[in-house]
């Protein structure tokens, strides 16, 4: 549980620990921007995924199974009747090795076996945490020797005003045109134009209460924002600017920039002691959430010989 903490010399210090990959701070101008707990050991009773690298598959899958190439995989299940973040033993729950440290990044690695939580093929996974320029930059390359299916995305939670307070009055503006409705359980239903509901428009910077405090179905469904927006100019996989948030309070502002398709936002409903609901926010650039089973969201397979190369930006400044 050693923590390795990495700097670009301008501001902006990061720390990390090999369990889960997990970043369990992010420091700018000596300001705290992310929730975390005050000993490192207490990540292993973690059931939020404070910060950690979420894999083989973040989100959800649904009934915790898929077919590829004609034959079905049956997942772990550990959201009902659902497979999680890559099941109860994902990679937030694995010691990753580390192989590189600079002062100013850190590179670690993941074998994870076939058949591991039910997936498919021998699987490796490098993640890059690099910082420079009041960037965090997370490089995520994964190779297999079967077909298979990769998700991977960071879980922190963010709070750009105090630890302690409510992320509510933050502003957030989402680049995105159309967002994943979900049933009771999270599991996406169909494509919606934000521009059809106003609770989920961000387009224009607005505060987070702006969809908090609507009486939407969606939002009251998910006990607050818990849904995939979806990322139209991905064709490419250009590194393109995804989400900003920004508090008026403090006048800081974050900006996500990812090749990723989608960016999952989670105001932390169900946060829970030592932490309080919506006490941070996720950004989690990702695929779409049950992306394996369906065909008309984009595939996140990942075929023998190949390579899943993403990268996550997560850039601080003033405004």
Same mark, same amino acid.
């Given at each position: 549980?050693?923590?390795?903490?990495?700097?670009?010399?301008?501001?902006?210090?990061?720390?990390?620990?090999?369990?889960?990959? !997990?970043?369990?701070?992010?420091?700018?101008?000596?300001?705290? &921007?992310?929730?975390?707990?005050?000993?490192?050991?207490? #990540?292993?009773?973690?059931?939020?995924?404070?910060?950690?690298?979420?894999?083989?598959?973040?989100?959800?899958?649904?009934?915790?199974?898929?077919?590829?190439?004609?034959?079905?995989?049956? &997942?772990? =299940?550990?959201?009902?009747?659902?497979?999680?973040?890559?099941?109860?033993?994902?990679?937030?729950?694995?010691? +990753?090795?580390?192989?590189?440290?600079?002062?100013?990044?850190?590179?670690?690695?993941?074998?994870?076996?076939?058949?591991?939580?039910?997936?498919?093929?021998?699987?490796?996974? +490098?993640?890059?945490?690099?910082?420079?320029?009041?960037?965090?930059? /997370?490089?995520?390359?994964?190779?297999?020797?079967?077909?298979?299916?990769?998700?991977?995305?960071? $879980?922190?939670?963010?709070?750009?005003?105090?630890?302690? =307070?409510?992320?509510?009055? $933050?502003?957030?503006?989402?680049?995105?045109?159309?967002?994943?409705?979900?049933?009771?359980?999270?599991?996406?239903?169909?494509?919606?134009?934000?521009?059809?509901?106003?609770?989920?428009?961000?387009?224009?910077?607005?505060?987070?209460?702006?969809?908090? &405090?609507?009486? $939407?179905?969606?939002?009251?469904? =998910?006990?607050? /924002?818990?849904?995939?927006?979806?990322?139209?100019?991905?064709?490419?996989?250009?590194?393109?600017?995804?989400?900003?948030? &920004?508090?008026?309070?403090?006048? /800081?502002?974050?900006?996500?920039? !990812?090749?990723?398709?989608?960016?999952?936002? #989670? !105001?932390?409903?169900?946060?829970?002691?030592?932490?309080?609901?919506?006490?941070?926010?996720?950004?989690? =650039?990702?695929? +779409?959430?049950?992306?394996?089973?369906?065909?008309?969201?984009?595939?996140?397979?990942?075929?023998?010989?190949?390579? #899943?190369? $993403?990268?996550?930006?997560?850039?601080?400044?003033?405004?």
């Amino acid at each position: 549980m050693k923590q390795y903490q990495i700097s670009d010399n301008k501001g902006l210090v990061v720390s990390v620990i090999p369990y889960g990959a !997990t970043i369990t701070s992010i420091c700018f101008n000596e300001q705290e &921007l992310t929730l975390n707990y005050t000993k490192p050991d207490d #990540y292993f009773n973690d059931n939020f995924y404070l910060g950690s690298t979420v894999g083989r598959f973040a989100n959800r899958i649904k009934e915790s199974k898929f077919k590829l190439s004609g034959k079905e995989s049956t &997942l772990n =299940a550990n959201q009902g009747a659902h497979c999680l973040h890559g099941g109860k033993d994902n990679f937030s729950k694995r010691i +990753w090795e580390v192989i590189e440290v600079k002062p100013n990044a850190i590179e670690l690695y993941l074998f994870s076996k076939n058949g591991d939580q039910g997936f498919p093929g021998n699987l490796e996974v +490098w993640l890059k945490i690099q910082v420079e320029d009041n960037q965090v930059r /997370l490089n995520y390359r994964a190779s297999t020797d079967r077909n298979t299916v990769v998700n991977l995305t960071n $879980h922190c939670y963010f709070n750009l005003e105090s630890p302690q =307070a409510s992320i509510d009055n $933050h502003l957030l503006e989402i680049v995105s045109d159309s967002f994943l409705s979900i049933d009771k359980q999270g599991i996406p239903l169909t494509k919606q134009q934000v521009s059809n509901h106003n609770a989920f428009n961000f387009n224009d910077t607005k505060p987070i209460h702006h969809a908090l &405090l609507s009486e $939407h179905e969606q939002i009251q469904q =998910a006990n607050g /924002l818990d849904h995939c927006f979806v990322l139209a100019n991905q064709a490419e996989k250009a590194l393109v600017l995804a989400a900003q948030l &920004l508090s008026p309070e403090t006048r /800081l502002k974050l900006s996500l920039y !990812t090749t990723l398709p989608g960016v999952q936002v #989670y !105001t932390g409903n169900f946060l829970s002691t030592p932490f309080s609901p919506r006490q941070g926010v996720c950004l989690e =650039a990702q695929y +779409w959430p049950d992306a394996p089973n369906r065909k008309d969201f984009p595939s996140s397979e990942l075929k023998a010989g190949e390579e #899943y190369i $993403h990268e996550i930006v997560y850039q601080f400044s003033a405004f």
